[in-house]
T-cell receptor, first 114, second 117 residues
């Protein structure tokens, strides 16, 4: 099984560009997540989708726009980013949303904003 | 509010040494879950173990073992006879169970383990 796949692995973009990150899970899970991992900081949850409905939006700036067209695919659309948005963006999925659910992560997209 | 502290930012050991990664947590719930995840250089976090607050039995899986002590709010992770492939960032995480969900998972800041040959 291929688990959770993220593309691209690396992305360099200017502050005026528009790009999208893609995540795909082949585990039959019902919930998908976007996390941001910055150097020296704990993982930050950005968005959660459950059965294609957004159920969590942790005060993320509007320059990040998620999309979940179906339970297997998750996108993060990026526009007019700032240099402080440079980080590793991780996608994860879980079967359910209970507190004891374990998350399955992709390898992440390393984003650099110039 | 829940909190996870991993005081060890970086640890370096020589292969075959034993190493313990510390995790201290704070929660007001009586029902909660504790996790350990491993993040190798490839980037993806890999689930290692989940423990619920009612199960204080220590667990051993091969070279890995976990010591859960509610009295000290700790959930420490020991690698016996470490190997170079164990080099990674290890995250401890907590999810409160009574009214919580997976989206309320709180991660510690991680411990970078380097195993030298």
């Amino acid at each position: 099984e291929t688990g959770v796949t993220q593309t691209p692995r690396h992305l360099v973009m200017g502050m005026t560009n528009k790009k999208s990150l893609k995540c795909e899970q082949h585990l039959g899970h019902n919930a998908m997540y976007w996390y941001k991992q910055s150097a020296k900081k704990p993982l930050e949850l950005m968005f959660v989708y459950s059965l294609e409905e957004r159920v969590e939006n942790n005060s993320v700036p509007s320059r990040f726009s998620p999309e979940c067209p179906n339970s297997s695919h998750l996108f993060l659309h990026l526009h007019t980013l700032q240099p402080e948005d440079s980080a590793l963006y991780l996608c994860a999925s879980s079967y359910g949303q209970g507190a004891g659910e374990k998350l399955f992560f992709g390898s992440g997209t390393q984003l650099s904003v110039l | 509010a829940q909190k996870v502290t991993q005081a060890q930012t970086e640890i370096s050991v020589v292969e075959k040494e034993d190493v313990t990664l510390d995790c201290v947590y704070e929660t007001r719930d009586t029902t909660y879950y504790l996790f350990w995840y491993k993040q190798p250089p490839s980037g993806e976090l890999v689930f290692l173990i989940r423990r619920n607050s009612f199960d204080e039995q220590n667990e051993i899986s091969g070279r890995y073992s976990w010591n859960f002590q509610k009295s000290t709010s700790s959930f420490n992770f020991t690698i016996t006879a470490s190997q170079v492939v164990d080099s990674a960032v290890y995250f401890c995480a907590l999810s409160e169970g009574e009214s919580g969900s997976a989206r309320q998972l709180t991660f510690g800041s991680g411990t970078q383990l380097t195993v030298l040959p």
